[in-house]
Nanobody, 124 residues
Framework: QVQLVESGGALVQAGGSLRLSCLSSGDTFSNYAMGWFRQAPGREREYVAAITARGALPYYADSVRGRFTISRDNAKNTAYLQMNNLRVEDTAVYYC?????????????????WGQGTQVTVSS
């Protein structure tokens, strides 16, 4: 079992930056790949980024590649999402998720463990 708690969401102007954190507790954090997803009002949940248990091979959605960076610190049981050059269309609730799977990390159904979400609002 893994419990996840996101933090770092805020209201920010377009072009600004935020760093989201996802603190894990319970089972050994380094056993799990981590993903970030987001959901805007009236829209389906969308994949954002994922990283393997060892911190290798980060994957990004096309919409955030080059602007967002996923990372993790296994010593701190924490995953991060650094978001730069934010756009109005990045406004959403952001969720972190954990999985012991090594494949299909871009699919939400791969992840059995989810945080409660943190709101990111980007104003123009």
């Amino acid at each position: 079992q893994v419990q996840l708690v996101e933090s770092g969401g805020a209201l920010v102007q377009a072009g600004g930056s935020l760093r989201l954190s996802c603190l894990s507790s319970g089972d050994t954090f380094s056993n799990y790949a981590m993903g970030w997803f987001r959901q805007a009002p009236g829209r389906e949940r969308e994949y954002v980024a994922a990283i393997t248990a060892r911190g290798a091979l980060p994957y990004y959605a096309d919409s955030v590649r080059g602007r967002f960076t996923i990372s993790r610190d296994n010593a701190k049981n924490t995953a991060y999402l650094q978001m730069n050059n934010l756009r109005v269309e990045d406004t959403a609730v952001y969720y972190c998720a954990a999985t012991s799977s090594k494949t299909y990390l871009m699919q939400g159904t791969t992840y059995p463990y989810w945080g409660q979400g943190t709101q990111v609002t980007v104003s123009s």
